[in-house]
């Protein structure tokens, strides 16, 4: 048993698995192999496990093992993107198979089933997955995945993953679950009768804002497992080695931020609450916010670091509150040790159905005094 598999805090984890002491020069930080092809022997066999880069490498092996290990999973597959990872899942479907997605989501899930797979014969049905009865009328004889996301995308609306779950495996399809925003430290979606868990390792995975990348997680290495391999090496949507070294240095210290994080939106969110310039704040460690309950029960240790308010007013109060911060930096993405903020309707479009009013923040590591001084001045453009 390796020193990795005796330990078993998330912390640990996060430090020491996938991370192997370099056997050549002894390195710590293990080096990034950027090769694309591997030395064959004279009898054809290739005793590293390396064929070519596309189907495996060093750095996404190691990278791979770590967020199996984080969520909890049988196995991981790391991807160059987390639209790659979810590109993926619907991609190893059938024509006439039919899919359940949440209405209120990243709006590039939606839109990669209704452009793209709905024209492939995926038929799919949108739903408010916080109302069960819904989702459950939804499924059908050919529903083959639901796709949960919670906290959502950008109202934080909670998902009872185990329900959701149990819907799935009575229909004979798979529960898959958009874990980015909570990150497998606030929640663990496997353990909670989830089959599949996605990420977007770009946000709070990697957190340093530099690295694009996505990954599922399995909960069973199984055919289905095994056709999502097939898609992943045979479509080549793979991360560069590279990417998956700063990823792997991020993990390292994933817990510490995600912490701070959470620690930071939780007072930032209190302060919002009680500002008369706020109509409403969307977070779910608020006791006002009608998911709160169950956010407690399947989130742990804190409800992250993501939240989204209203400001009283419409789109143009909105832009000058964002436009009046000086700590805060106006841009898309979010996880990052940096505090950002952005007007969400205007980053999806005309078709956007998200409340021209609202903001969605992601906090950062800061100190939060300074994070609510400058909401408090950005506010002080609409009050």
Not at 176 to 203: E, F
Not at 285 to 291: E, K
Request: glycine share 8%; proline share 5%; aromatic share 6%.
């Amino acid at each position: 048993m390796s020193k990795q598999n005796r330990h078993h805090h998330v912390e640990t984890q996060a430090v020491h698995m996938g991370n192997q002491v370099d056997p050549a020069t002894g390195a710590v930080v293990p080096p990034i192999v950027l090769s694309t092809t591997f030395e064959r022997q004279g009898d054809g066999s290739f005793p590293h496990g390396y064929i070519y880069t596309r189907s495996q490498n060093p750095n996404r092996q190691a990278l791979e093992e770590s967020l199996a290990a984080l969520e909890g999973g049988a196995r991981a597959m790391a991807f160059g993107s987390g639209q790659a990872a979810t590109n993926a899942i619907f991609q190893s479907l059938k024509a006439g198979d039919h899919v359940i997605v949440p209405n209120e989501a990243y709006f590039g899930t939606p839109k990669l089933v209704r452009e793209v797979y709905s024209h492939l014969g995926i038929n799919a049905s949108y739903v408010d997955m916080t109302n069960l009865a819904a989702v459950q009328a939804a499924v059908t004889p050919h529903t083959k995945v639901i796709w949960i996301e919670t906290p959502s995308n950008p109202l934080l609306s909670i998902t009872d993953i185990a329900a959701v779950s149990e819907f799935a495996h009575r229909a004979g399809a798979l529960a898959v679950i958009d874990n980015t925003w909570a990150s497998p430290l606030m929640q663990q979606p496997l353990a909670l009768g989830a089959d599949i868990v996605m990420h977007a390792t770009t946000k709070y995975i990697s957190g340093h804002t530099d690295a694009l990348g996505g990954a599922l997680i399995f909960a069973r290495d199984d055919e289905f497992t095994a056709r999502v391999n097939m898609v992943q090496t045979l479509g080549g949507a793979v991360p560069s080695p590279f990417d998956c070294w700063l990823i792997m240095r991020g993990i390292r210290t994933l817990p510490l931020r995600v912490r701070q994080q959470t620690s930071n939106a939780q007072r930032v969110a209190e302060f919002l609450a009680d500002h008369s310039a706020v109509e409403t704040v969307f977070y779910p460690g608020l006791a006002s916010h009608p998911g709160h309950a169950l956010a407690a029960q399947q989130m742990r240790g804190g409800f992250g670091g993501m939240l989204s308010f209203n400001v009283r007013g419409g789109a143009d109060e909105a832009m000058a509150v964002a436009a009046n911060l000086q700590l805060f930096t106006r841009a898309t993405s979010l996880g990052g040790i940096e505090s950002l903020i952005e007007h969400r309707a205007s980053i999806e479009g005309p078709t956007s159905t998200t409340p021209q009013n609202l903001l969605r923040v992601s906090i950062g590591i800061e100190h939060v005094d300074d994070l609510i001084n400058d909401l408090r001045h950005g506010l002080r453009a609409i009050h």
